[in-house]
């Protein structure tokens, strides 16, 4: 009876120390998502409130920028638009609206000129603000390509779906920077959005909890091996 307990009681024991394993990886993963995150809301809210700066010329490392105040002075083109679908503010939905531009320096980027209320159907365009014909000064908020708000995109005139800056270069035959700017205000009053895209929520979230918890899990498997030992 003992010799045939034995495999048992190491199966056991394996399957214990397979659970704590996997609980203290988990633990471990969680952690340095809250770490992460931490770090990323800390460099947004150190670079959202320095004052501003003028485009560089040339731009080594983008990332080092993201988050901070631009200045330049250029051109919108107005024919070059897309409206990122799915955009909500105050409950409402509508769209955020992406705009061509090129500066002086010859530099080609998007620029999000902030959100819009949609239109009374799917099939109305929503009003978008004017775009000034003349050059213009802009301050905007520099993110990175990559970073653009993931959506299903509406190109004006016509339609269709495209997907983060590379794709929507691709539909209207543009190669921009590998940047744009959140628009935050301009030599012109038009150009200030009523309703500017919005910082993402600073909170580290539940990531350092979810830690404690998958550690506190491993301790439960131990106790419980321990219990069902003393129990035999």
Not at 68 to 81: A, E, L, M, V, Y
Not at 178 to 197: I, K, Q, R, W
Request: hydrophobic letters at 40%; charged letters at 20%.
């Amino acid at each position: 009876m003992t010799k045939t307990r034995e495999p048992l009681a190491i199966l056991k024991s394996l399957v214990a120390l397979l659970l704590i394993i996997f609980t203290l990886w988990a633990a471990q993963w969680q952690y340095h998502r809250g770490v992460d995150r931490h770090e990323r809301n800390t460099l947004i809210a150190k670079q959202s409130i320095m004052a501003a700066i003028d485009l560089p010329n040339t731009i080594e490392d983008p990332s080092q920028l993201e988050w901070r105040k631009i200045r330049t002075t250029g051109r919108f083109t107005p024919d070059k638009q897309i409206l990122l679908r799915n955009r909500y503010f105050e409950g409402q939905y509508g769209y955020e609206v992406l705009t061509l531009f090129t500066n002086v320096q010859g530099k080609i980027f998007w620029v999000d000129r902030g959100w819009v209320k949609a239109g009374a159907d799917a099939t109305t365009a929503p009003i978008t603000p004017l775009i000034p014909a003349e050059q213009v000064d802009i301050v905007g908020r520099f993110r990175l390509g990559t970073s653009l708000p993931s959506g299903t995109f509406f190109a004006l005139p016509g339609g269709g779906k495209s997907g983060i800056t590379a794709e929507i270069n691709a539909r209207s035959r543009e190669n921009t920077e590998n940047f744009y700017l959140d628009l935050l205000d301009g030599s012109s009053p038009t150009l200030t959005p009523a309703v500017s895209a919005q910082l993402p929520e600073l909170s580290d979230g539940p990531h350092m909890a979810y830690a404690l918890q998958w550690i506190f899990f491993g301790g439960l498997v131990v106790y419980g091996r321990i219990l069902i030992r003393r129990t035999r």
